[in-house]
C-alpha cells in the first residue's frame, strides 16, 4: 500500500478470496490508526480503527493488524465481495493532536 | 441525518478567478478540515480547525484561505485560482483529534477545475 507516485497500487482478487491491504506509516509518535474505504465519486468512510496499545482489531469481516516494530498496518477482508472493490486508505493520527496523515491508498479489484 | 454537506459539487474556473467551498456538517463536531485529493494520491490536508473562530494550517496551506465563523461551517477560499489547485476537494468533520473519537467523517467531494 505504500506511494509509488502518480499510480496506484492494485490488488486484484477473486470474490470469495481473502484480501490483504498493506501500508507503511511514517510517524513513530502516531498512536492511533484508521482505515478509510472510498468508493469511486465519493467520499471515504470509515472501516475500522486500531489503537497503538492493540496489535489485532476485527470487525464485520475485516481485521487490522498493527506491527509497530516495523510501523506496519494491514487491513484483512474475509470472503472478499464485488462490494469490496474500493480505495482503501490507511490513516494515521496523535491522539491530541489535530493532523490525520493519510497514506497514498491501494485500489482493490475483486472478480466476480 | 445529512452529515456533512460541500457545496458546490463541481465548478469550473478560470486562472485568476476567486471562488469559496462552503462545507456544513449537523454532528456537532468540534473539529473541520479540509482535504484535497488529487489523481494517484491520498488526501492532503490543507487546513483544519478545532472549533468556532480557530483555523491553522496543514499540509498545503499555500493559495488558499479559512474560515469558521459557525461551528457547523468551514469555508475554503481561493483568492486567486491556479491550474495547480485543479483537484478534487473533500471536508470532513471529527469529535475528537485522534482517539476514541477521532474518525473523519467526510462530505461527497467538490470537484474544481482551473483553467
Known amino acids: 500500500g505504500e506511494s509509488v507516485g502518480l499510480h496506484l497500487p492494485t490488488l486484484s482478487v477473486q470474490e470469495g478470496d481473502n484480501s490483504i491491504i498493506n501500508c507503511a506509516y511514517s510517524?513513530?509518535?502516531?498512536?492511533?490508526f484508521i482505515w478509510y474505504k472510498q468508493e469511486s465519486g465519493k467520499g471515504p468512510q470509515f472501516i475500522i480503527d486500531?489503537?497503538?496499545?492493540?496489535d489485532k482489531r476485527q470487525g464485520q469481516r475485516v481485521t487490522v493488524l498493527l506491527n509497530k516494530t516495523v510501523k506496519h498496518l494491514s487491513l484483512q477482508i474475509a470472503a472478499t465481495q464485488p462490494g469490496d472493490s474500493a480505495v482503501y486508505f490507511c490513516?494515521?493520527?496523535?491522539?491530541?493532536?489535530?493532523?490525520?496523515?493519510f497514506g497514498a491508498g491501494t485500489r482493490l479489484f475483486v472478480k466476480a | 441525518n445529512a452529515g456533512v454537506t460541500q457545496t458546490p459539487k463541481f465548478r469550473v474556473l478560470k486562472t485568476g478567478q476567486s471562488m469559496t467551498l462552503l462545507c456544513a456538517q449537523d454532528?456537532?463536531?468540534?473539529?473541520m478540515y479540509w482535504y484535497r485529493q488529487d489523481p494517484g494520491m491520498g488526501l492532503r490536508l490543507i487546513h483544519y480547525?478545532?472549533?468556532?473562530?480557530?483555523?491553522a494550517k496543514g499540509e498545503v496551506p499555500d493559495g488558499y484561505n479559512v474560515s469558521r465563523l459557525k461551528k457547523q461551517n468551514f469555508l475554503l477560499g481561493l483568492e486567486s485560482a491556479a491550474p495547480s489547485q485543479t483537484s478534487v476537494y473533500f471536508c470532513?468533520?471529527?469529535?475528537?483529534?485522534?482517539?476514541?473519537?477521532?474518525?473523519?467523517?467526510f462530505g461527497e467531494g467538490s470537484r474544481l477545475t482551473v483553467l
Open positions: 490513516a494515521e493520527t496523535v491522539t491530541g493532536g489535530f493532523k490525520t496523515i
Open positions: 454532528m456537532n463536531h468540534e473539529y
Open positions: 510517524n513513530s509518535a502516531s498512536d492511533y
Open positions: 486500531i489503537r497503538s496499545n492493540m
Open positions: 470532513a468533520s471529527s469529535y475528537s483529534g485522534g482517539a476514541p473519537f477521532g474518525e473523519l467523517f
Open positions: 480547525s478545532v472549533g468556532e473562530g480557530t483555523t
